[in-house]
């Protein structure tokens, strides 16, 4: 097959920039796309379980216990390069989460956030000191630091896959969440990389870091709920031991974002959350791409 690719607009981190009206193109060829990318579900028990089939990607779900966060790993293994991200990593489980990458063969592009954190300190930091090359990515409207700033509509490539940015604000201004790409030789069903937007069967607290929660209702409605139903819905955090869910049964079963736009509001309006444990050690951190003193231990939960 061809694939075409554009000559403007390339950010220096190698972002494709939203959709615009098409500018001078060149035609180069790249390998047929492979066949029958999709992803399998079984049952397991009382629980679901989604397996990919798509001779393309590596998937990898790991989990951080303290801050009970998810770490996602994607490669394109079909690549020569084996190009791969990860999103959403936390400092502690940097050397797990490279060791992966080494023993993968993989060849880590990006480390990239859903949003600026306050539960924990990104591993973003980190990870450039450890892999050289590597970009950090967070949102533009976000106002931390980053290689890549990113903003709705632009896609993030690694090899011949690729991740959509969609912003997703209100449980802080800048969320965003991450869809893998739609088309030939991308993964089906679609798979969206929500953060605290949209959680399984919850959302994210909307009382703090510019949250609204109006604003996060309409941003899962318009955003996250138009993909398809199908669509598989991997969260940052989970508190339940539940890993995945899709659009469908949180369009179903989410017991706050399933209900008209006023009662959302009175359900965020009366959770009366206590103050984050970790927001005045993990937010300044996370503003700094996670670059907090790398002569000290990744942050610890004693400072709650």
């Known amino acids: 097959m061809l694939r075409v690719r554009c000559l403007a607009r390339v950010s220096a981190c190698g972002l494709s920039p939203r959709a615009a009206p098409r500018p001078a193109i060149s035609i180069s060829p790249t390998r047929k796309a492979a066949a029958g990318c999709g992803l399998r579900w079984r049952a397991m028990g009382s629980t679901s379980a989604y397996t990919t089939s798509c001779d393309k990607l590596l998937f990898r779900q790991l989990f951080e216990k303290e801050s009970c966060t998810y770490t996602y790993l994607l490669a394109d293994v079909s690549h020569p390069d084996k190009p791969a991200v990860l999103?959403?990593?936390?400092?502690?489980?940097?050397?797990?989460?490279?060791?992966?990458?080494?023993?993968?063969?993989?060849?880590?592009m990006y480390a990239m956030n859903t949003h600026v954190h306050a539960d924990h300190v990104t591993g973003t930091g980190l990870i450039k000191g450890k892999v050289p090359g590597v970009k950090s990515v967070i949102s533009k409207v976000s106002n931390a630091r980053a290689d890549c700033l990113i903003i709705a509509g632009e896609k993030i490539h690694f090899g011949d896959l690729f991740l959509e940015v969609r912003a997703t604000p209100g449980h802080t201004q800048g969320c965003v969440t991450y869809v893998t790409g739609d088309g030939p030789g991308q993964p089906q069903p679609r798979m969206a990389f929500t953060g605290d937007a949209l959680l399984i069967r919850g959302c994210g607290r909307t009382d703090f870091q510019g949250g609204s929660s109006l604003q996060l209702y309409q941003s899962v409605h318009s955003q996250i709920f138009t993909l398809p139903e199908d669509t598989l819905v991997y969260p940052a955090h989970d508190y339940k031991g539940f890993t995945v869910s899709s659009v469908g049964e949180e369009l179903l079963y989410n017991p706050r974002l399933s209900k008209d736009e006023e009662t959302f509001k009175s359900i965020m309006e009366n959770l009366n959350l206590s103050y984050p444990k970790m927001i005045d050690?993990?937010?300044?951190?996370?503003l700094a791409c996670g670059l907090q003193d790398l002569s000290a231990k990744p942050a610890e939960a004693a400072s709650n």
């Open 281 to 286: 050690v993990a937010v300044p951190a996370n």
């Open 87 to 108: 999103i959403d990593p936390v400092d502690k489980t940097v050397d797990r989460d490279l060791s992966l990458v080494k023993e993968l063969g993989l060849k880590l």
